[in-house]
């Protein structure tokens, strides 16, 4: 599993890109990946197109990731695979984030 992390230049959008599985040993990884943008930045990528497994603890940070951000953030999460999207719509994060 891996994190990176990219700034648009031109739009400002930070683009979290992750690879492998999205679960708890990514905690602390995921957290450092927004923390430095808290108030600073308000458009957020999740790229998911290469996660193969998520857990309910990625659930969790996401969570924790737009309270950190405040509602006034916008955060996409892209790329999902169907069975992962699925997931993402079952716990209605369709009200929280813009899932495509």
Same mark, same amino acid.
């Given at each position: 599993?891996?994190?990176?992390?990219?700034?648009?230049?031109?739009?400002?959008?930070?683009?979290?890109?992750? @690879? /492998?599985?999205?679960?708890?040993?990514?905690?602390?990884?995921?957290?450092?990946?927004?923390? &430095?943008?808290? $108030?600073?930045? +308000?458009?957020?990528?999740?790229?998911?197109?290469?996660?193969?497994?998520?857990?309910?603890?990625? @659930? /969790?940070?996401?969570?924790?990731?737009?309270?950190?951000?405040?509602?006034?953030?916008?955060? &996409?999460?892209? $790329?999902?695979? +169907?069975?992962?999207?699925?997931?993402?719509?079952?716990?209605?994060?369709?009200?929280?984030?813009?899932?495509?």
């Amino acid at each position: 599993m891996s994190l990176s992390i990219k700034v648009n230049s031109d739009t400002g959008v930070v683009c979290i890109s992750i @690879l /492998g599985s999205f679960d708890f040993s990514l905690f602390h990884e995921f957290r450092e990946a927004y923390a &430095e943008f808290i $108030g600073k930045k +308000d458009r957020f990528t999740i790229d998911l197109s290469g996660v193969e497994y998520l857990d309910s603890a990625a @659930l /969790g940070m996401l969570l924790s990731m737009k309270s950190a951000l405040g509602e006034n953030s916008v955060i &996409e999460l892209k $790329g999902a695979n +169907d069975f992962i999207k699925n997931i993402l719509m079952i716990s209605r994060f369709d009200k929280r984030f813009e899932i495509r």
